[in-house]
């Protein structure tokens, strides 16, 4: 059985269509958009697997990146650290990502690898140890495809693409400039090619003349 919320999204969804198709009388367009708005609001089913312990999980976040209390616990539990079991808050920016990868890539799993990190050993400096980076893949969708769409629409992050281990790093950092990186044979391997590309601004739309035009 679908969630309570869940349903109720689809039927909002379903209603804004039908009410902008079917009405007899057109309905002012402010009404389609406010139901439209609020759609976008509504908290956001999150499809998890934790590809360490083979445990699925579904988590609801918002536009904000905030979930509900018992949620918000549920989130800290899943993404604890691997090595000492000890759990944080996870960073609001940095879940609010993962809802939009979520949204983004719509009917997938996002399948994590590490988020929280404590251990000895892990740098101070690590924005693990600070619970604002999510390393993560999703099955059927290329690594590099996210990779991009990430780096493209988010300032204020660090996007690590590591082919070999196969899973993308994704963190928040405010107030730091972007860092985006490649590791490969152990190595990070900063301002990779596919960072100046995702970001280069479209071509200008040339327009054909028809002959004789
Ligand atoms: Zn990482």
Not at 54 to 76: M, P, Q, W, Y
Not at 86 to 92: D, L, S, T
Not at 116 to 145: K, N, W
Request: hydrophobic share 40%; charged share 25%; proline share 8%.
């Amino acid at each position: 059985m679908l969630p309570l919320l869940i349903k109720a999204r689809l039927m909002t969804t379903a209603m804004a269509g039908w009410t902008a198709a079917a009405a007899p009388v057109p309905l002012p367009t402010g009404q389609v958009a406010l139901m439209h708005e609020a759609r976008s609001v509504a908290p956001v089913p999150v499809p998890l697997y934790d590809e360490n312990l083979h445990v699925f999980a579904t988590v609801e976040i918002d536009h904000l990146g905030n979930s509900d209390e018992e949620t918000t616990k549920e989130i800290r539990h899943l993404f604890r650290c691997r090595v000492t079991n000890r759990e944080r808050p996870i960073a609001r920016k940095s879940l609010l990502m993962l809802k939009d990868v979520a949204e983004q890539y719509e009917g997938r799993t996002i399948e994590f690898v590490s988020v929280y990190r404590v251990q000895r050993g892990e740098s101070i400096t690590s924005p693990h140890r600070d619970g604002r980076a999510i390393d993560f893949r999703i099955r059927g969708v290329q690594l590099r495809t996210i990779r991009d769409y990430l780096w493209r629409k988010y300032t204020e992050v660090g996007i690590g693409w590591y082919p070999s281990e196969q899973f993308i790093h994704m963190d928040t950092r405010p107030t730091l400039h972007d860092t985006a990186w490649t590791f490969l044979k152990g190595k990070n391997r900063y301002k990779p090619y596919w960072s100046e590309l995702a970001r280069k601004p479209p071509p200008p739309v040339v327009h054909a003349r028809r002959p004789g035009a």
